[in-house]
């Protein structure tokens, strides 16, 4: 059975525990043993977060041990999947630049707030992450972020929706959804759920979902890929006796 890791906290505007309850329930669903954690002690352990498959962080702002850090980082690349969305993964902890690093963007501005009607375009490519999935619209707090340019882009929106101070720069297609690789293991975020309602929309649910799958497999595939190179290496060990 595939091991989940869920924590929530943070800023309650974001209904951090209404969106764990209901990510536990689409991993439960798919067969995985889910913990979830209100405290950011779960991140202690770094033997136990390698032994996950999956983990999910639901925190928003607040601050974090840089100790805690490492070992989510350390999991990570040793193959554990990590995937989020909103503020719980990608304005978690802003003074920590490790995290941001580690999962791929940091927001800076929702420009309208909450309420904003704007359309999520979806990018059709090889990825079964969105295979199947179109364009879609949205109300809600439209994520404006800074953004590593290491990250496969699977969804954007374009700015801007509403006046402000960085409309005169004209539109731009700012990334939703995306993938990007750390260490061997695999990174999965989606700027939407600013709420539990959104987090709950099929569409929304469907995204999270393939993308807990996808990044939870990576621990598998780079096991396979190690046993690959194994018979590899002894097959050339054998062809020179």
């Known amino acids: 059975m595939?091991?989940?890791?869920?924590?929530?906290?943070?800023?309650?505007?974001?209904?951090?525990?209404?969106a764990a309850d209901h990510f536990r329930g689409i991993l439960e669903q798919e067969g995985f043993g889910v913990e979830v954690a209100d405290s950011l002690e779960a991140f202690a352990d770094a033997g136990k977060l390698l032994e996950l498959d999956l983990i999910v962080p639901l925190w928003t702002m607040g601050r974090i041990e840089q100790k805690l850090v490492d070992n989510v980082s350390a999991a990570v690349?040793?193959?554990?999947?990590?995937?989020?969305?909103?503020?719980?993964?990608?304005?978690?902890?802003?003074?920590?630049?490790?995290?941001?690093?580690?999962?791929?963007?940091?927001?800076?501005a929702h420009p309208g707030n909450d309420g904003v009607e704007y359309v999520v375009n979806v990018k059709h490519s090889t990825s079964p992450l969105v295979a199947g999935i179109g364009d879609f619209g949205v109300k809600s707090e439209q994520y404006y972020l800074h953004v590593d340019p290491a990250v496969e882009v699977l969804a954007t929106t374009r700015f801007p929706v509403v006046p402000g101070p960085h409309s005169l720069n004209g539109p731009v297609d700012m990334p939703v959804v995306w993938t990007k690789r750390w260490g061997?293991?695999?990174?999965?975020?989606?700027?939407?759920?600013?709420?539990?309602?959104?987090?709950?929309?099929?569409?929304?649910?469907?995204?999270?979902?393939?993308?807990?799958?996808w990044t939870a497999e990576g621990r598998r595939e780079a096991l396979r890929n190690a046993a690959g190179q194994r018979e590899v290496y002894s097959g050339m060990a054998d062809n020179q006796l």
């Not at 595939?2 to 209404?18: C, D, F, N, R």
Request: one cysteine or more; glycine letters at 16%; a negative charge.
């Open 2 to 18: 595939q091991k989940a890791l869920i924590v929530w906290g943070g800023w309650s505007g974001h209904e951090p525990e209404q």
């Open 77 to 108: 690349q040793s193959g554990v999947g990590l995937a989020g969305c909103h503020g719980g993964m990608c304005d978690a902890f802003r003074e920590n630049v490790d995290w941001q690093f580690m999962t791929g963007g940091q927001w800076v």
């Open 184 to 213: 061997i293991g695999r990174v999965y975020y989606n700027s939407l759920g600013h709420v539990a309602d959104i987090v709950r929309m099929p569409v929304v649910s469907e995204l999270m979902r393939r993308g807990f799958l």
